[in-house]
């Protein structure tokens, strides 16, 4: 995992030269080399990620956790990376307001997701009642 961990880290930091690098030149071509960057390092997570969220799923279904909720978790976990991804690199470009509609959308999307859960917690607490 350090290995990995390294490797990601020179891709990065080389990946942000050759984007100051184009810049001077071009910005849309910067872009895309940030773009590209991004989607290189995330398809290496999510490959690393795997058996890491398939551990974390049977621990929580030894746990007794609904499946759905599990899913939920791990909903919120994707919509908050690519959100910020998102929002960064829509920065980078000199494009706050766009970043901001992004963060919003996210925010909305988490808080329409957590809606099942505030429900069945204020089921919970009308029984306890």
């Known amino acids: 995992m350090v290995d990995n ?3 990601a880290a020179v891709f990065c930091i080389c990946s942000a030269v050759l984007a100051v690098m184009l810049r001077q030149y071009s910005r849309e071509q910067a872009l895309f080399a940030s773009l590209a960057a991004c989607i290189g390092v995330v398809g290496g ?4 990620i795997g058996p890491l969220l398939t551990e974390i799923s049977d621990i929580f279904t030894s746990a007794g956790i609904s499946d759905d909720y599990i899913s939920l978790v ?3 976990l ?3 990376f690519i959100t910020q991804i998102t929002s960064d690199i829509c920065r980078d470009s000199g494009e706050t307001a766009i970043a901001s509609a992004a ?4 925010r909305g999307a988490l808080v329409f997701m957590s809606l099942p859960v505030v429900r069945v917690l204020m089921e919970m607490i009308n029984e306890i009642i």
């Open 5 to 7: 961990s390294f490797s």
């Open 45 to 48: 997570a999510v490959l690393l």
């Open 74 to 76: 791990f909903k919120a």
């Open 78 to 80: 994707a919509i908050s």
């Open 103 to 106: 963060e919003l959308w996210g």
